[in-house]
């Protein structure tokens, strides 16, 4: 970013110096001038519509609407005088003339921006005495409904839509005062993020889901992290006696990473925590082939240690293996390795993660890039990975970074993915071919064969080597879990070897599955001998027992089904009855996401609070205090006082990239902290992983057929998993119910997911 | 319906009597495309440009900017194509002068149309008209279509370097597409809204790139300056409005028609009493609307003996506008209430929903209206049309809102007795009506 000049305003005669170019609104309500505004929205497109942020600006003929309005030298701005009042009681007027005054029967009541407003510029009686336009009430879709009324068309629903989303399924019909904002055929054809409920400053669009159940005032609100994808969204959690009701990130709760967007799973998918098939009690199964059959706490704990104890006297340490999970937090899995280091002895631990990021953050020459980084971006390269889908918030990131900011977007996939539309250059290569790109990029192969490896024309790859090469600003490099680990090792190398320039910046990104990969990472649990496939093929041989917090993926069981019935011993920590559960012999209840305190790491290395919300249900206990429990019972002794934050000071201490990092530093969910990973240098090892890599895409066939029809929205945020399997309407969405032949347009059944549009690679979290 | 000019030559109108005015041969009889071989044959863009401000030719649309200093603001050195829109989007009502010209006299448009083209370095030119002149579409498109055939549109024009294609489109049926961004949006396929200005429409317009935007009036004057030259036409007309104007007149005349008349014409009375034939059946003079529906009405005091100017500073000393020259006339007869209330009616249709104040002002206060004429009027009514009235003014998006708000606010200030009468309880009003009887 350049640096601005700076200019001299004047703002009701103070003088300030500002930043010139910058929108007057926000310097007027950064210095402490308060402006009221519907339709203005920071990074979307100016409107200038609802004309509330009226100010009277020295030679100019009228009042200017101060949102369209940027700073210049010796500008003399008045915010607040007779006439602007008035101008501002009179719109306020106007826009209640045809929205309903029945505040009490709104679910928006107590959080609208437009009662607020009234509050401030609203007169004391009604002058208007007509009939009222009159709209019916509507759902759009199963999570979205619509009192076309109560609109005051200040449109940030439908801008979000287009310029966060790049969905456009929301649009403004009719004209005049008969303008509403409707959709094309009547119900929402999108991903149902709801954003523009989010966005929307009054109660025209709602969340179907929550309203009517409660009103806000009743909530008790945390913020925290959102624990269904890496990007580590802030969200605010809105309980109510011990209920967790809704999920938002509306900017009056919540200033994170995000500001007010969230994704479907985000929004919409968290009535798992108070679902009534939550494990209620810890679980025992006392003999092989028997039931599973409730049991207390310290019933469970003592039969789970005494049966490890004996395994281990048995067989050996290294027969018990350790399973954390990518979805747990960072005091969960760094309590399960210690517990497995320290408690067992055994080498064997890991976390059922999908792919290693071990290679990329050994070998990493540049550093990770924010989602603020990414939306300021000049250049954007992304290698496989399915933002759109995997990692929402990214997504948008990279959108506006190309819409509002101008960057230039390469997009390598085997997958025409929906994100191409803002492409500059779509290089669509066959599937698993996308190592040759690196190795092509690192200039350790001539074009001809990278090309005819991938299917692309040899002149694809110039372009990008060009457009790289003479971007001024950030390079963010984004790769997901399709690159090997060798191309990982040769991409983190990429930025050390090409070396930055004055203008220029690397910036990486990886695009990990879950809401806690880096964390399983940073602290350690990816370092033991075998990971989670390894574990489980080694099942009933050297591995007799396996502690399995958070769950397996359906990609390490596929094919495994008998080695959990091979183990002596499988304990389980887990929310729900799972496939996992069902060979456990004892299953502890845990604490979702929602019930306790801890922290994700994201992919931007941004560690940050998961805050308790609700106490836990039934009897569930956190997983760290689970695993501390088990530890004391095998007579050490953790010693952290049934405290979250004692087990991070301890993280602090002995994982050094998150050396220093206590609670209280990461109080501000605005000021995001990140972690201080080691940049590698050059190294000279990476010489045989390059062989290796050559000879890897040397032996690719240049064969496989690319997909050539691009995956419905949603094709993964739809997915029916353990949690979103909890949420009734995910089952509509995901067109869990035929579509009825004589119904034309139903909002219920609406979206079809081509499952055959599916990746093996790409598994959703959850 | 009276067709011509008074008080000068006929300048747009010379050719629109004729038999087969529409023909490219009758064009040309009648000193067609001289100017453009006038411009080809010798003149730069520059010295297009230098008559046209010479000329003090200003926006005959309806705000009256002097369209050499809009030629001037579109960059010479913009790698961006440039373009030429004509505004065909005649929808105030009152008007129907370019219609007129357009249907009579098609030629002169896209003569004018080149020529602005050949100043500004454009190669595509687009004619939007609104959605109702369909027809003329058909007129439009064959006149290019026998400009082409003789090597006046298309490429290398009369042989020489420059290129220049005239395109037709029509709109859907929006007034608010007449506001030239809106134009522009509705040109390029989107909804009929107005954009945020700046930029203006000479920096970033169809497309992104510069255009200029022109009436049709504005254009088919651009050939007789050339012909003339600058300083000739501008002394037709006085010092700041060169040049003649074409008014639409309509109403309670005995000769209602298309009237050209030298900018600056003397009396209005005179032009009312003497040149459209005085007053329909004899009537009395009540009102005139003399710039379209969107500007402030004139009641007759402001008119007899008061020797109003007609041009753009003359009318604006006399409490209103030129506009876009809909001359309307109404008689005693007409009860101005009644005419407001219509008129309100049209800009809440018309509105395109995009603002607070336009979008909720007019639908307001056409209820408000209609409550009135159910005779539910209540005496604060005038006061409260005249308060929505001022929170529209000056605070909507773009001029519609302020278009709405100065006929009421001009009709309460001028005429209340019309009002009042509406306004008073129904006991009153029917003891007046008794007395009256």
């Not at chain 1, 409107?47 to 369209?68: D, F, G, H, N, W």
């Not at chain 1, 809401?515 to 001998?529: A, C, I, P, Q, R």
């Not at chain 1, 895409?697 to 949690?723: C, N, Q, S, W, Y």
Request: hydrophobic share 40%; glycine share 10%.
């Amino acid at each position: 970013m350049t640096t601005a000049e700076s200019v001299k305003v004047t703002i009701n005669g103070q003088e300030f110096q500002v930043q010139k170019g910058a929108p007057l609104i926000d310097v007027c309500r950064e210095n402490g001038f308060a402006i009221p505004s519907f339709c203005y929205y920071a990074d979307l497109a100016l409107q200038a519509s609802c004309r509330m942020c009226l100010v009277r600006i020295e030679k100019m003929p009228k009042l200017q609407t101060s949102c369209t309005i940027t700073c210049t030298d010796g500008m003399i701005v008045t915010t607040q005088s007779e006439e602007i009042e008035k101008a501002q009681r009179g719109m306020v007027e106007f826009l209640l003339a045809n929205h309903p005054l029945d505040c009490p029967v709104c679910d928006r009541g107590g959080e609208c921006e437009l009662q607020e407003m009234v509050f401030d510029w609203g007169g004391l009686e009604e002058r208007f005495t007509e009939r009222k336009n009159y709209y019916p009430e509507k759902f759009l879709s199963p999570i979205v409904a619509n009192d076309p009324q109560r609109c005051i068309l200040c449109k940030r629903c439908t801008r979000v839509c287009d310029e966060w989303m790049g969905e456009d399924a929301i649009e403004a019909g009719g004209r005049g005062a008969n303008t509403v904002i409707g959709t094309f055929g009547g119900w929402l054809n999108c991903s149902q993020c709801g954003n523009c409920i989010e966005v929307c400053p009054t109660g025209t669009l709602l969340d179907a889901t929550y309203r009517h159940q409660t009103r806000p005032w009743e909530l008790e609100r945390t913020v925290s992290t959102c624990t269904f994808c890496s990007d580590g969204c802030q969200m605010s959690l809105g309980s109510r006696a011990g209920e967790l009701m809704r999920v938002v990130a509306r900017d009056r709760y919540v200033d994170g990473i995000n500001g007010e967007f969230l994704c479907i799973k985000g929004r919409f998918a968290h009535p798992f925590v108070n679902h009534e098939e939550r494990l209620r009690t810890p679980l025992i199964r006392y003999r092989k082939g028997g039931k599973l059959i409730p049991a207390t706490w310290d019933e469970a704990i003592r039969f789970t240690a005494a049966k490890l104890q004996e395994i281990k006297d048995a067989h050996g340490a290294n027969s018990i293996g350790v399973v954390g999970s990518p979805r747990l937090t960072n005091e969960a899995n760094y309590v399960l390795l210690k517990f497995a280091r320290e408690v067992i002895g055994t080498e064997h631990y890991t976390a059922s993660e999908a792919f290693s990021l071990a290679p990329f953050f050994k070998h990493m020459t540049a550093p990770l890039a924010t989602h603020k980084d990414i939306r300021h971006a000049k250049t954007i390269v992304l290698i496989g990975g399915e933002p759109e889908e995997l990692q929402p918030l990214t997504a948008k990131q990279v959108r506006q970074a190309v819409r509002n900011g101008g960057a230039k977007l390469v997009i390598i996939n085997s997958v025409p993915v929906r994100l191409k539309q803002q492409a500059t250059q779509f290089l669509h290569v066959r599937p698993g071919t996308e190592d040759a790109l690196v190795l092509a990029l690192a200039g350790q192969t001539d074009d001809a064969m990278a090309a005819r490896k991938m299917g692309v024309e040899v002149g694809e790859i110039e372009p990008l080597r060009r457009m790289i090469d003479e971007t001024q600003g950030n390079v963010v490099l984004m790769f997901g879990g399709e690159l090997s680990t060798e191309a990982q090792t040769i991409l983190a190398q990429l930025p050390g070897s090409i070396g930055d320039e004055e203008n220029r910046r690397f910036l990486f990104h990886p695009l990990p599955l879950f809401n806690n990969s880096f964390g399983v990472h940073d602290v350690g649990l990816m370092d033991g001998k075998l990971n989670a496939t390894g574990l489980l093929d080694a099942a009933g041989d050297t591995v007799r027992a396996l502690y399995v917090a958070g769950g397996l993926l359906p990609a390490h069981l596929q094919g495994r089904e008998q080695a959990l019935q091979n183990l002596d011993f499988l304990v389980v920590q887990e929310l729900f009855a799972t496939d996992t559960t069902a060979h456990a012999d004892v299953v502890f209840p845990a604490a979702s996401f929602a019930e306790i305190d801890g922290t994700y790491t994201n992919n931007d290395g941004l560690v940050q609070r998961v805050r308790q919300s609700i106490p836990p249900v039934h009897q569930a206990k956190p997983d760290w205090v689970i695993t501390s429990l088990l530890a004391d019972a095998l007579g050490i002794d953790f010693n952290y006082q049934m405290s979250a934050s004692a087990v991070f000071r301890e993280i602090g201490e002995h994982v050094p990239a998150y050396q220093g990092l206590r609670y209280p530093l990461l109080k501000d969910e605005s000021k995001p902290v990140q972690a201080k990973y080691q940049l590698a240098g050059q190294r000279a090892e990476v010489a045989d992983v390059l062989a290796e890599l050559r000879q890897r895409v040397e032996r690719m066939t240049g064969a496989g057929d690319k997909i050539m029809e691009t995956p419905e929205v949603g094709h993964e945020l739809f997915k029916i998993g353990t949690l979103t399997g909890k949420v009734p309407q995910f089952h509509l969405l995901a067109a869990g119910n035929p579509e009825p032949p004589d119904v034309l347009v139903s909002p219920l059944y609406q979206i079809t997911i081509d499952s055959g549009l599916r990746r093996d690679t790409a598994i959703a979290g959850d | 319906m009276f067709i011509g000019a008074i008080g000068c030559e006929p300048l747009q109108l010379k050719r629109v009597g004729l038999e087969n005015s529409r023909t490219l041969d009758v064009y040309r009889q009648h000193g067609g495309y001289e100017a453009l071989k006038k411009v080809l044959d010798g003149m730069s863009p520059e010295d297009v440009i230098g008559e046209v401000k010479k000329s003090a030719l200003r926006g005959r649309g309806g705000a009256g900017f002097p369209t050499g200093m809009k030629w001037s603001f579109v960059p010479k050195d913009s790698p961006k194509p440039k373009y030429v829109v004509c505004n065909a989007d005649e929808s105030e009502p009152g008007t129907f002068k370019d219609r007129f010209l357009m249907e009579r006299d098609p030629h002169m448009l896209i003569e004018g149309m080149l020529i602005a083209a050949y100043a500004l370095g454009s190669r595509t030119t687009y004619i939007y008209t609104r959605g109702e002149y369909r027809y003329l579409i058909n007129i439009l498109d064959a006149a290019i279509q026998e400009a082409r055939e003789a090597g006046l549109v298309g490429d290398r024009i009369m042989g020489t370097e420059f290129s220049c294609e005239v395109f037709t489109h029509t709109g859907a049926g929006a007034y608010i597409c007449g506001e030239e961004t809106a134009l522009l949006n509705s040109l390029e396929g989107l909804r009929g809204h107005p954009r945020m200005k700046p930029p203006f429409p000479a920096i970033a317009g169809l497309y992104g790139c510069p255009t200029v935007v022109n009436n049709v009036e504005t254009l088919t004057a651009v050939p007789d300056i050339i012909k003339m030259g600058g300083e000739a036409y501008q002394k037709l007309g006085t010092q700041k409005s060169g040049g003649t104007k074409v008014w639409s007149v309509s109403g309670h005349v005995n000769r209602p028609g298309v009237y050209e008349l030298p900018m600056g014409y003397e009396d209005m009375e005179k032009f009312i009493m003497e040149d459209c034939g005085g007053m329909l059946g004899g009537k009395q003079l009540k009102a005139v609307i003399p710039g379209g529906s969107s500007v402030y009405i004139m009641p007759a005091t402001d008119i007899v003996g008061k020797k109003v100017k007609m041009d753009y500073e003359g009318l604006v000393v006399a409490g209103s506008m030129v506009g876009s020259g809909g001359f309307i006339v109404m008689d005693e007869t007409v009860d101005v209430f009644e005419s407001t209330k219509n008129l309100t009616e049209f800009y809440k249709h018309e509105s395109c929903g995009w603002c607070t104040p336009c979008r909720e002002g007019t639908d307001w206060l056409v209820k408000v209206f209609k409550r009135i004429a159910k005779g539910e009027g209540r005496p604060e009514d005038a006061q409260l049309l005249l308060d929505l009235c001022d929170n529209i003014e000056g605070k909507s998006f773009c001029p519609l809102g302020d278009a709405a708000a100065w006929p009421i606010q001009s009709a309460i200030k001028k005429f209340p007795e019309d009002f009042r009468r509406h306004l008073m309880p129904m006991a009153t009003r029917t003891a007046e009506a008794v007395a009256a009887d």
